[in-house]
């Protein structure tokens, strides 16, 4: 073998090398078909001159117990195939108390998990059981959110899924 | 490289959340702690082309990328919220000469952060709202000073010398008993009322763990925007006698005072007179009696002295007026007067310039001591 086959073979290798690398980085860094984020927000009320009530949503960073946290996930199809069967789902921390009825989520069935995650059903079939007696779930007691698209995430559209809990 | 970094990361912070939680549920009924991060993470599954994809994580900024985003984080501020209450409802009852009178007041911590509390204490005076129904009446008790029980004694029992005079270190939702002592003079009036405000200001380092031994920095509010960066304090406390929007809660409570109320009456008659006519002639001996008189007291009048100044331009008192050295009558028993008796007795009489002194003994709560003694009027 001359000194320069060897040399082509050498290349080729680190070519293969070099491929099988890059393929691998290209592989961890693949996008999904949806960007989602979450923002969290406190409320802020403000009384303008003519006495006019205003609540709307500030950046929230700090927040003191008994204060209402407001979650906002927004999720939007970043691909050009429509998104099927999507599900959002957020567990709700342990410090938190949700909110009774301020699950939204436009165009979702809204359900909710009472065994952290395992099951879920609509709030009003939920129930709890404790020494023995069972009674139905409050908002106390949901340990996840779950929203279940009714539809397709069209193309380049975009959701919301939105629940308040308040810091205990 | 980058996506070891950032699941190095992401477990780190999984591991601070799920240590968040324990520690929550341990403390859940009293409020999160102060300094808490509180996470949040929503995922989404989706299909495409009926093929289950991976399920892709939220993150504040937005994400993509199937699996790990960043959980959506916010700090747990410090609620400075407290209260003090006086305990029993009632003034404190003190009798002149007390030392050390002690009511108790209780301050617990219903913030959410382990704080410390200076204390104050203001008299307040007859200006001031009424306290338990009583107005101030202006008589200074002596010696306001403030202890806090902290356990190293019997249980209620407060420590003077060496209970500390602010709260250190209370807990989230714990109780912490405040005695207030009170030195009364050793001349009150009976029914005084002395009112007083015990102020509690919340005191700690701002966001850094509380120094135990030390009382820390006061505290005031955090103005301007939130700092998402730093354990802010917000003030719940919208009650209380300063009317909230600072660190400074006040309670009200106060001593009564339970002292002799002595009421003196003295009357005159014509004991004898040279005729037999009952008319305060010459040489007519007069009978005095003062009836002293602690019906309206709430204490034993101790160390009663009556005095009284014979007018020795018109009259003299009667010598052994009630028998050999009887010159008094003091109830059933009798003092002697004379100059030169030694006063073992506690009477005087100065012929010179008339002054009497008696010595009466203790008057109990309701009792009357009645005082006889006699002058005769000079002859012509």
């Not at chain 1, 929230?60 to 927004?74: A, C, L, Q």
Request: charged share 20%.
């Amino acid at each position: 073998m001359s000194d320069e086959r060897k040399g082509t073979t050498m290349r080729t290798l680190l070519s293969v090398i070099l491929l099988a690398a890059l393929s691998a980085s290209a592989y961890a860094q693949d996008e999904g078909h949806l960007n989602v984020r979450t923002v969290v927000q406190k409320e802020q009320v403000t009384v303008n001159e003519t006495g006019e009530v205003k609540t709307e949503l500030v950046a929230g960073d700090t927040f003191v117990p008994g204060e209402k946290v407001v979650y906002t996930i927004t999720f939007r199809n970043i691909s050009e195939e429509p998104a099927e069967n999507v599900v959002i789902t957020n567990p709700i921390s342990g410090e938190l108390m949700y909110v009774d009825g301020s699950a939204f989520g436009p165009g979702t069935d809204i359900q909710f998990s009472v065994d952290g995650g395992q099951t879920f059903a609509n709030s009003n079939e939920l129930t709890v059981t404790e020494g023995g007696v069972t009674r139905p779930a409050g908002a106390g007691d949901f340990t996840h959110i779950r929203w279940v698209m009714q539809q397709d995430l069209a193309a380049g559209a975009q959701g919301v899924a939105r629940f308040s809990a308040i810091l205990e | 490289m980058k996506t070891v970094v950032t699941n190095a990361g992401l477990l780190a912070r999984l591991g601070v959340t799920a240590a968040t939680l324990l520690l929550s549920q341990q403390v859940l009924a009293l409020g999160t702690d102060a300094g808490t991060t509180v996470a949040n993470q929503a995922t989404v599954a989706y299909n495409v082309n009926s093929e289950i994809q991976t399920p892709i994580e939220s993150d504040p900024t937005g994400n993509s990328t199937p699996g790990a985003g960043n959980p959506t984080e916010f700090l747990v501020d410090r609620r400075v919220d407290f209260t003090i209450v006086e305990i029993g409802g009632a003034h404190t009852e003190v009798s002149p000469g007390d030392t050390q009178a002690v009511t108790e007041l209780q301050l617990t911590n219903t913030g959410n952060a382990i704080m410390d509390f200076d204390l104050s204490l203001v008299d307040l005076t007859s200006a001031d709202p009424d306290v338990h129904l009583q107005t101030d009446t202006d008589d200074v008790l002596i010696n306001y000073a403030i202890r806090v029980a902290n356990g190293d004694g019997a249980a209620g029992v407060p420590d003077f010398a060496t209970d500390l005079v602010w709260v250190d270190e209370i807990a989230e939702d714990a109780t912490v008993v405040i005695y207030v002592f009170a030195d009364a003079g050793a001349i009150l009036p009976n029914d005084a009322y002395d009112n007083f405000t015990l102020n509690a200001t919340a005191a700690d380092d701002a966001g850094a763990v509380a120094t135990p031994g030390v009382l820390d920095a006061l505290l005031t509010e955090s103005p301007g925007a939130d700092d998402p960066t730093l354990i802010e304090s917000v003030f719940a406390n919208v009650s209380g006698a300063d009317g909230g929007g600072n660190a400074t809660e006040g309670a009200d409570d106060g001593y009564h005072v339970n002292s002799a109320e002595l009421v003196i009456t003295k009357t005159a008659a014509v004991f004898s007179d040279p005729f037999g006519s009952g008319k305060a002639l010459p040489d007519a001996v007069i009978e005095y009696t003062v009836t002293i008189d602690n019906s309206a007291g709430a204490a034993i009048a101790e160390s009663v002295v009556l005095t009284d100044t014979i007018q020795i331009a018109n009259v003299a008192l009667e010598d052994e007026a009630y028998g050999v050295t009887q010159d008094v009558a003091i109830d059933a028993a009798f003092c002697n007067a004379d100059l030169g008796d030694a006063d073992t007795d506690g009477c005087s009489y100065d012929a010179a310039s008339g002054a009497l002194s008696i010595a009466v003994p203790d008057i109990g709560i309701g009792a009357t001591t009645t005082v006889t003694y006699q002058v005769r009027i000079s002859p012509l």
